[in-house]
């Protein structure tokens, strides 16, 4: 089987996973994964689907602004809801499961939308998350949400694959994440430590660098990651990055040589026991 092939035999999966819905809420936060689901719940149940953005300050002002952008271009119906994570102790104090929280305070908010359409709310987990430390995903789980594309079999490369199918100018962008994932484990989430951090990352995109993230290890230490096809060329940038950070009271700044890594401030959190299992977000065991 060709890989187009399998590709649209993913697509026309979601679609009947889709159409079996009376109505849909999905939690869209303008990366890959949620824009192909907020797209394809568009095409398929038209305005019973709802396509809801939680703002707070996790949410880089760019990424707001760029996913309500795509919204109201594709003719998405889209709401914007605030969330209130950073009032729960247990969120600002960034333990390895931080991420329940913050899935738990995006239930609060879209779960009574949903339950006024009898609409299921569906998140944008692809296969490849399946396995990772992604507690957040067991919290949706918990609270009755549907992952959609991993019903379908979908992977990351299925969904960027479509979304160009789709003509979804989200295709080729970056995995990103909110701001509080930039922050070492342990170190206090506060509004203050996520601008600083958003304000390096702006100050490193300037210079030209699309994969990107700044780390705020603790103790006013930032570890810069760039793509590795562009650590070459961050090189003789480095003093200007170092400075920059400096600048915004990063007093020890590093340049991680084995650049940009997902979930790098995961490394040795896998080991502690909260993955993903299949059969959480598929409801079967494989």
């Not at 689907?49 to 998405?76: F, H, I, N, Y």
């Not at 210079?207 to 096809?229: C, I, M, Q, Y």
């Not at 070459?232 to 040589?257: K, M, N, Q």
């Amino acid at each position: 089987m060709s890989i187009a092939h399998a590709g649209s035999d993913k697509l026309a999966a979601l679609r009947d996973i889709l159409g079996a819905m009376p109505a849909a809420i999905v939690a869209y936060s303008g990366g890959v994964d949620s824009a192909l689901l907020a797209e394809v719940a568009h095409q398929v149940l038209g305005a019973a689907s709802l396509s809801v953005t939680a703002d707070s300050s996790s949410l880089p002002r760019r990424e707001l602004e760029a996913a309500s952008a795509l919204a109201k271009r594709r003719g998405w119906r889209h709401l914007v809801v605030g969330t209130a994570e950073l009032d729960d102790p247990g969120y600002v104090a960034n333990p390895l499961h931080r991420c329940y929280h913050c899935k738990s305070a995006l239930f609060d908010r879209l779960q009574p939308l949903a339950d006024e359409r009898g609409a299921p709310v569906l998140l944008g987990t692809v296969t490849d998350d399946l396995g990772d430390w992604r507690p957040g995903h067991a919290a949706a789980t918990e609270r009755g949400g549907r992952h959609p594309l991993v019903e379908a079999g979908m992977a990351k490369a299925d969904v960027r694959a479509l979304s160009a199918e789709l003509g979804l100018p989200t295709a080729a962008k970056p995995a990103a994440a909110c701001l509080s994932s930039r922050l070492a484990y342990g170190v206090p989430v506060t509004t203050a430590a996520l601008a600083r951090v958003e304000r390096a990352e702006e100050l490193v995109a300037s210079l030209g660098f699309s994969v990107l993230r700044v780390r705020d290890l603790g103790g006013d230490a930032a570890r810069v990651e760039v793509g590795t096809d562009e650590l070459a060329r961050l090189a003789p940038l480095s003093w200007t990055v170092t400075e920059g950070l400096r600048e915004l009271g990063f007093a020890s700044v590093t340049i991680d040589e084995r650049g940009y890594r997902r979930g790098a401030l995961n490394e040795g959190a896998l080991n502690q026991g909260t993955l993903i299992p299949e059969a959480a977000v598929t409801g079967r065991d494989n």
